[in-house]
Structures are given as C-alpha cells and as structure tokens.
C-alpha cells in the first residue's frame, strides 16, 4: 500500500503531465526538482491504474547526455 508521500509525488506528477504535456521522465523530475528514477516509478504507478501512458520514445536532441531513449508519458484522456 502506497503511503502518503507515494500518492502526493503520483498526484504532482500527473498533475504536470496535464498542465505541460508529454514528457520523459528526466524532463517531469526536472520540471518538479526530483531525479528521474522516482518520477519514472511513479509513471508506473499511474499507468497501472490507468492514469498515464507511455506514448513514445526520446529523439537524440532530447537525451541531455543520456545514451538511451528515454519513454515519452502522457496523462490518459480519461484521467
């Protein structure tokens, strides 16, 4: 069971997927001052339950140094 810190960082998380858009993990955790690793388990979270969705892959200008293609998240229609 997720604890209240859990579902304040999914509710952030989607909350700026819905107000700027698809975006890569790297790309929300800069938006909200995290790392993208608790960002991207969030995305997880949120996609089981069927809140956000993976939409896409990261092109080479958008890697800020990182070798491999980053997912692209978007909040679900229904969410």
Do not use: C, F, K, Q
């Not at 997720?2 to 955790?29: F, I, K």
């Amino acid at each position: 069971m997720p604890d209240a810190r859990t579902t304040a960082l999914d509710d952030r998380v989607l909350a700026t997927l819905r107000e700027h858009g698809p975006a890569s993990p790297l790309e929300l955790g800069l938006a909200l001052g995290l790392d993208r690793y608790p960002v991207r388990e969030a995305l997880e979270r949120l996609r089981r339950r069927g809140l956000a969705r993976p939409v896409g892959v990261t092109g080479a200008g958008r890697t800020w140094g990182i070798t491999s293609p980053l997912r692209i998240w978007e909040a679900t229609p229904a969410s």
